[in-house]
C-alpha cells in the first residue's frame, strides 16, 4: 500500500521565484496536513484540510503562502516569492479521519532551498 | 498551553544495549493520544509507537515499548537490543481531545554506535 507521496523531494530555486510542493495523501484518508520543519522552529503546522476543505490555516506564514486541496487525492502548497528563510523540509501528512484516534502518517518531505 | 519537553538533545549507545528516551507532556485534559516517531536521516518521519492515556497498559512494537506514566504525566520509549538501524531523531508528540494537532517535543538525537 502506497504511502503519502510528496514531490519534488529537493527544490533549489532563487530568490523570487514561484514554487509548488505536491502531495498525494494515502487512499482513504480524508484529512491532510502540511508541515514545515527547520532547525530553529522545529515542526510547524501550516495548514489542516479536512474532506478537502481548509479547516485551519493559521500557520501559514503570509499571504506568499497558499495551499489547494482540489480532490482528495492531491494537494499543493505554493509560495510566491519564495525568500531563503523559506528554506526548510516541508512534509505532508495525512490521516484517515480528523479525530484524536487518527494517527498521521507522513511523506517523505521536500528540501527546498531558496538562494 | 499544551507542552511537550524532550530534555535529552543527543544519547549515544553500543549496538545491542538498551536505550530510553524521556518525554514529559503537560495538558489538562482527560483524553489523549501519545506518539514516538522516528526521523532518520533519510528525513522521513515514521511513526514508531502511539498510547493511549484511557489505556493503562503499555504500548509494544516488538523492540520499541513504553512506560506511560499519567499521573506524572512521563511518556517514555525503550529501545531494546539497539540496532545501527535506530540511528535517528526521535520525537515525541501529543494529540489532545480539543485539538487535532499535534503538539511536538524539540526531539532526541540517538546513535547507535558499531
Known amino acids: 500500500d502506497a504511502g503519502v507521496i510528496q514531490s519534488p523531494r529537493h527544490e533549489v530555486t532563487e530568490m523570487g521565484q514561484e514554487v509548488t510542493l505536491r502531495c498525494k495523501p494515502i487512499?482513504?484518508?480524508?484529512?491532510l496536513f502540511w508541515y514545515r520543519q527547520t532547525m530553529m522552529r522545529g515542526l510547524e503546522l501550516l495548514i489542516y484540510?479536512?474532506?478537502?476543505?481548509?479547516?485551519?490555516d493559521s500557520g501559514m506564514p503570509e499571504d506568499r503562502f497558499s495551499a489547494k486541496m482540489p480532490n482528495a487525492s492531491f494537494s499543493t502548497l505554493k509560495i510566491q516569492p519564495s525568500e531563503p528563510r523559506d528554506s526548510a523540509v516541508y512534509f505532508c501528512?495525512?490521516?484517515?479521519?480528523?479525530?484524536?484516534?487518527?494517527?498521521?502518517?507522513f511523506g517523505p518531505g521536500t528540501r527546498l532551498t531558496v538562494l | 498551553a499544551q507542552t511537550v519537553t524532550q530534555s535529552q538533545p543527543e544519547m549515544s549507545v553500543q549496538e545491542a544495549e538498551t536505550v530510553t528516551l524521556s518525554c514529559t507532556y503537560d495538558t489538562s485534559e482527560s483524553n489523549y493520544y501519545l506518539f514516538w516517531y522516528k526521523q532518520p536521516p533519510s528525513r522521513q518521519m515514521i511513526l514508531v509507537i502511539r498510547q493511549e492515556a484511557y489505556k493503562q497498559q503499555n504500548a509494544t512494537e516488538n523492540r520499541f515499548s513504553v512506560n506511560f506514566q499519567k499521573a506524572a504525566k512521563s511518556f517514555s520509549l525503550k529501545i531494546s537490543d539497539s540496532q545501527l538501524g535506530d540511528t535517528a531523531m526521535y520525537f515525541c508528540a501529543s494529540r489532545m481531545d480539543s485539538n487535532y494537532q499535534l503538539i511536538w517535543g524539540a526531539g532526541t538525537k540517538l546513535i547507535i554506535k558499531p
Open positions: 484540510f479536512n474532506n478537502n476543505v481548509p479547516i485551519d
Open positions: 501528512a495525512s490521516s484517515q479521519g480528523g479525530t484524536i484516534r487518527d494517527t498521521q502518517y
Open positions: 487512499s482513504g484518508h480524508n484529512s
